[in-house]
């Protein structure tokens, strides 16, 4: 899209153009709109003081009226001054309140006969205050009518004789607020000072709290929007609005302006759209004007174009040259070309007398590289049986080295097992020597039992005597002496043979004890022979993995070596590839060289190279 000059330099121009009108129309705008809204606030406020001060003006002229009263109370008869008062300030009824609780009114109406107008809102305001007030507006009980009632106080204020009163109709002052209405959707209401609504464009609202209105309004803040003397935006009825609030003098209502902000500032919105439409026609005639100018100011260089694209395309012609004649930027453009030819010129006169040289280089090259090429393979060839050999080496060494290493591990295997057949033989030598120890306690045991069966047999003897010496009572006595001795007897005879038992068996837990020292020493003499068996078998397991570690790494050696040959193979061919792709492409550029148009001699100003001609 931007690829031409023209373009480009177009583009440049109406962004220039485009930025310039933005910032205008920003700062117009801004500033317009600034003067406009500060404008609009003082006319507002104006506007809100003016209707206010109408207002407080009302009730500034019924509070005098009322006031006028006074006179009527010490007369005799104060109705007639009721009367006027009540035409004078167009009230709806006029009266007196006295402290004896006693009223006058200046019309008959039927009251109730226990009135007492003491107890009347409007007699305790006025009292209380102890000066003129204005009652919260109320609907009338007669009329049903929207009123306020004025009332002031006769005497200081804690000795009140009287209170003067006049009821009026807020029709006019209603009607004068909802007249209020800056743009169409713009209204005004008017509050008092507990936020219950006076006046309003809808009737339904009248003495409702502000808040059914909008729950964001209260009292409190219409108040502080008052005392801060500044609009506040707010939302109503699903429209932006500002609020402009302002207090009636002489009393605690409040006069609101609720102006529609779209309306108010519809003029900046259509000045904004004009300003728009205003840049969109100047950004037009921008990008014609700046075509058309750039169009003609780069007329020359497209004629430099031409010339160029002449000499390019006449059969590689480097003897015309553009006319440089002036000493503005194209008069330069052709003068830097025309030097740029003539080093081109020269660069191609050098490349034509070197091609021929390059061509007959590049053919000893190849012839060279072919020869090489057949040594390289044949050197490979051999290097490739070399690494088989190898190879099979390496693989005959491995599986001695896996032999010798499960050799050594069997080796290792029946070591631990001849140490742990030597340590069984230890323990049975000293337990047969222990067995040896305890039958040789039992025989010394079996000779004291014979010892004790000897003695018994003697005493046995002795009591058999005995028995025989005392004849008949010691018959019993020589019956149990007899088998006594006849016990003894046995004893003896069964301990003999216990003992020579013991005897026999002592005699071969010795042999047996001989024959398990000698085994024990014949299994230490095989622990020793395995485990020297074990450490030879180890060492020729290491040899067998060194020398196979050794024969890999000349293995890896000889495939490096193979590998590094290949390559070399490949890359004298890839030489001779390249010599051949030289020789082609030396041909080529000599023929290259050939087509274009060059001098023999060199360009001298007395040679008048050609020129193209430059239209000016």
């Known amino acids: 899209m931007f690829s031409s000059l023209r373009t480009r330099l177009t583009a440049i121009c109406v962004a220039i153009v485009v930025f310039s009108l933005l910032v205008l129309s920003l700062a117009n705008f801004i500033g317009t709109r600034s003067n406009t809204l500060e404008s609009l606030n003082t006319q507002m406020f104006q506007l809100s003081q003016s209707d206010a001060g109408g207002i407080a003006e009302w009730v500034k002229g019924k509070k005098a009226v009322v006031s006028s009263i006074g006179q009527a109370v010490a007369a005799a008869e104060p109705v007639p001054a009721l009367k006027a008062a009540e035409q004078a300030g167009a009230f709806d009824l ?18 109730k006969p226990d009135y007492d107008p003491t107890a009347r809102p409007w007699y305790i305001k006025a009292s209380e205050a102890g000066a003129p007030v204005v009652t919260a507006p109320y609907i009338g009980a007669s009329n049903g009518k929207l009123l306020v009632t004025f009332a002031e106080p006769v005497g200081p204020k804690g000795s009140v004789t009287a209170v003067l009163a006049a009821d009026i109709l807020l029709d ?7 007249a209020i209405k800056p743009t169409p959707s713009s209204f005004s209401f008017l509050v008092d000072g507990s936020g219950k609504v006076i006046a309003h464009p809808d009737q339904k609202l009248t003495l409702k709290p502000i808040s059914d209105m909008d729950a964001s309004l209260t009292a409190d803040k219409l108040t502080e929007i008052e005392r801060s003397k500044q609009s506040r935006a707010v939302k109503l009825n699903g429209r932006d609005s500002s609020l402009y609030v302002t207090r009636v003098e002489g009393t605690d209502w409040l006069l609101v302006i609720a102006l529609d902000s779209a309306e108010a500032t519809k003029a900046l919105s259509t000045m904004l759209t004009t300003s728009a439409i205003t840049a969109i026609i100047a950004i037009i005639v921008a990008v014609l004007l700046s075509t058309a100018l750039i169009a003609k100011a780069l007329q020359r260089l497209g ?19 553009l006319d440089a004649e002036g000493k503005d930027e194209l008069a330069q453009i052709a003068s830097a070309f025309n030097q740029f030819v003539d080093k081109i010129a020269s ?24 020869d090489l090429s057949g040594r390289t393979e044949d050197q490979a060839s051999s290097l490739e ?13 491995r599986q001695n080295a896996e032999n010798a290493g499960q050799a050594n591990q069997l080796a290792v295997t029946a070591s631990e097992f001849a140490a742990k057949g030597g340590n069984v033989v230890e323990e049975v030598v000293v337990t047969m020597e222990s067995i040896n120890t305890s039958s040789k306690k039992i025989v010394d045991i079996i000779s004291v039992i014979d010892g004790i069966a000897f003695q018994t047999n003697i005493l046995a003897l002795n009591a058999a005597v005995e028995a025989a010496r005392a004849g008949e009572q010691g018959r019993g006595f020589a019956v149990v002496a007899s088998e006594v001795r006849n016990l003894a007897q046995r004893s003896a005879s069964a301990a003999k043979e216990i003992k020579a038992l013991i005897v026999d068996s002592v005699n071969q837990v010795e042999s047996g004890t001989r024959l398990v020292a000698d085994a024990g020493g014949t299994m230490n003499e095989i622990v020793t022979s395995v485990k020297r068996v074990t450490d030879i078998m180890s060492e020729i397991m290491i040899a067998s993995k060194e020398q196979s570690t050794g024969i890999g790494q000349v293995n890896q050696a000889i495939g490096q070596m193979d590998q590094v040959t290949q390559q070399n193979a490949a890359l004298v061919e890839e030489a001779a590839a390249a010599a051949q792709s030289l020789q082609e492409q030396a041909s080529h550029l000599a023929q290259t060289v050939s087509g274009f148009k060059l001098d023999h001699d060199a360009f001298t100003s007395a040679q008048g190279p050609r020129r193209a001609v430059l239209l000016k």
């Not at 174009?305 to 015309?320: C, F, K």
Request: no cysteine; proline share 0%; aromatic share 4%.
């Open 94 to 111: 006029a009266y007196i309140g006295f402290a004896d609780k006693h009223a006058v009114f200046s019309q008959e109406r039927t009251r």
């Open 172 to 178: 006019t002052v209603v009607n004068n607020v909802i």
């Open 303 to 321: 004629t430099v174009r031409n010339a160029m694209e002449d000499i390019a395309s006449g059969e590689g012609d480097l003897t015309r040259r």
């Open 347 to 370: 660069v191609l006169k050098e490349i034509r007398s070197s091609s021929e040289s390059v061509k007959i280089s590049a053919q000893e090259i190849a012839s060279g590289n072919l």
């Open 385 to 397: 049986e070399t690494a088989a050999s190898m190879e099979e080496l390496t693989a005959t060494v």
